[in-house]
């Protein structure tokens, strides 16, 4: 067995101490390997490294000051081996400008071009001013950290935010890509079309194209809800590193990023559908760095992302980066497999125009549904019922954090039994929209069964004229002559398809 296919010793210990609880780990395993010869404290090296990942997970913060003290001890140890993994494991702890003299320190002293470099990489993530100070006479590795460091020191004196409202004068013509589910591109595409800034240009599995046709704002965009992100495109790239570069620092790019930017403009590099491409990303950051110092690279909290999209010819789009997204900020709470917003928007749109103006989703879950179709008027009360204490309790503070309009009412029971627990009569609904459980987290033991009674409680309670709008995964259609299907749109829930149909009831 060749070393690269064997064991690795500190890789092992590492993986068993992690496990531990830090009171453990703090209180006897550090001070055992503190006492240890140097050749068991070599053996035993991936303490330094569990040390770091398990305070910062669920550390005592009155520790801080005692593990950044041990850590920065260890950066003056005998071996190289100790001092790397303190190295690696200051940043984790959030080490502070003293951890920063001391790597600062150690890059002076020490002699060999491999220590230098994982000193860079921590000084990468701690770097503040003192680092800066020293980049002007930098060569090698820490030449090579300057954008990082600038970007955290960026990121520490001032927020970056987008602009919302600014109306960019140069953004007419520009090429916008609206990407949501697959399945839901109809919806989006009719959303666009009423948009008078914007002219549709495609449509794709997943993605509408508009072009701006005048100078808008983002907030222009964001009367949309039924796609999921946007991307103004860059340009086409391919995959070379200068190319990238040229296309995140282009002039149209700059246009960009200064003029929906308040504060330092940095970015995020996403290879999408790519997974992590750390050394991809480190080198067309430092291409697009030494084009366009203004412009950082910068992986935590970065206002914008720009992503290279593996389809057709490789568009680079830039993409607003919202958490959360100012379009649905309502939701102040979540339950496990709530809707996605955007969806939820495309539902509300499906059941129309209401006249009688009363709405109800069976399971209301965090109460999306209802908020998006009370947002869209002609409603004048709203009901909602779910047999989860916790998800009524959600929904009800959604609802009052969206502003509605129209008065809600949340009752905790199956849908069943929502007619007697409202005291709701026979063809009183006019719409009905919900996402039931769908079966995938959470086993539904007669799904189809779930599935008919939603149609039979549905027919029951809707007036003539009165819409039910339901995301049904099973093939079970209504058996009841008065509540005929209108539609049914095959959309990606996520890994799976799913239908989103609409029915009428008509008059019997």
């Given at each position: 067995?060749?070393?690269?296919?064997?064991?690795?010793?500190?890789?092992?210990?590492?993986?068993?101490?992690?496990?531990?609880?830090?009171?453990?780990?703090?209180?006897?395993?550090?001070?055992?390997?503190?006492?240890?010869?140097?050749?068991?404290?070599?053996?035993?090296?991936?303490?330094?490294?569990?040390?770091?990942?398990?305070?910062?997970?669920?550390?005592?913060?009155q520790h801080l000051g005692a593990v950044t003290r041990w850590l920065r001890e260890l950066l003056r140890d005998g071996s190289e081996k100790v001092r790397r993994y303190a190295m690696a494991a200051l940043p984790k702890i959030g080490a502070g400008r003293e951890a920063e003299a001391d790597l600062l320190g150690l890059l002076e002293s020490t002699a060999t071009d491999r220590e230098k470099k994982f000193v860079a990489r921590s000084l990468d993530k701690v770097g503040g001013a003192a680092t800066l100070h020293a980049l002007g006479q930098a060569s090698g590795p820490l030449a090579r950290t300057e954008q990082k460091v600038r970007a955290s020191v960026a990121r520490q004196l001032q927020a970056s935010t987008i602009r919302l409202d600014h109306r960019l004068a140069g953004s007419v013509g520009l090429t916008i890509h609206l990407r949501g589910r697959c399945g839901l591109e109809g919806f989006v595409k009719e959303e666009a079309a009423r948009q008078k800034l914007f002219r549709i240009t495609g449509v794709r599995p997943g993605l509408v194209s508009i072009v701006a046709t005048a100078a808008f704002s983002l907030d222009d965009l964001l009367q949309m809800r039924c796609f999921g992100t946007l991307g103004f495109v860059l340009g086409e790239a391919g995959t070379r590193a200068d190319s990238l570069a040229a296309c995140i620092t282009s002039p149209l790019a700059q246009s960009l990023f200064h003029g929906w930017t308040d504060g330092p403009v940095r970015y995020r590099l996403e290879f999408v559908g790519r997974g992590h491409q750390r050394g991809r990303v480190r080198e067309v950051a430092e291409h697009a760095y030494a084009l366009c110092p203004e412009i950082l690279n910068d992986s935590r909290s970065a206002p914008w992302s720009v992503d290279v999209h593996p389809d057709g010819s490789r568009p680079v789009e830039l993409r607003p980066r919202f958490s959360p997204d100012p379009r649905f900020s309502y939701r102040q709470q979540d339950v496990p497999a709530a809707s996605h917003p955007p969806l939820a928007a495309c539902m509300a749109r499906l059941a129309g125009p209401s006249s009688n103006g009363i709405l109800w989703d069976p399971f209301c879950g965090s109460g999306l549904e209802l908020i998006e179709r009370a947002r869209l008027g002609g409603i004048r009360q709203v009901f909602g019922s779910d047999r989860s204490p916790e998800a009524v309790a959600i929904a009800e503070t959604n609802y009052a954090a969206a502003h509605a309009g129209p008065t809600a009412r949340f009752f905790c029971c199956d849908f069943r039994d929502f007619p007697r627990a409202s005291g709701i009569a026979p063809e009183t609904l006019d719409q009905i929209i919900s996402n039931p459980p769908l079966g995938r987290r959470?086993?539904?033991?007669?799904?189809?069964?779930?599935?008919?009674?939603?149609?039979?409680?549905?027919?029951?309670?809707?007036?003539?004229?009165?819409?039910?709008?339901f995301a049904n995964p099973v093939p079970v259609s209504s058996p009841f002559a008065s509540l005929r299907r209108q539609s049914a749109h095959t959309v990606d829930f996520g890994g799976f398809d799913c239908r989103l149909e609409h029915y009428k009831k008509v008059a019997r």
């Open positions: 067995m060749s070393k690269k296919d064997g064991p690795n010793p500190g890789k092992e210990v590492y993986q068993k101490l992690r496990q531990l609880p830090w009171e453990e780990l703090w209180g006897e395993h550090v001070p055992q390997f503190d006492r240890a010869p140097p050749e068991e404290r070599q053996k035993n090296v991936g303490l330094v490294r569990a040390v770091g990942v398990v305070f910062s997970e669920s550390g005592d913060p959470v086993p539904i033991p007669n799904l189809p069964g779930l599935i008919r009674d939603l149609l039979a409680v549905s027919n029951a309670l809707l007036r003539p004229g009165g819409s039910l709008v």
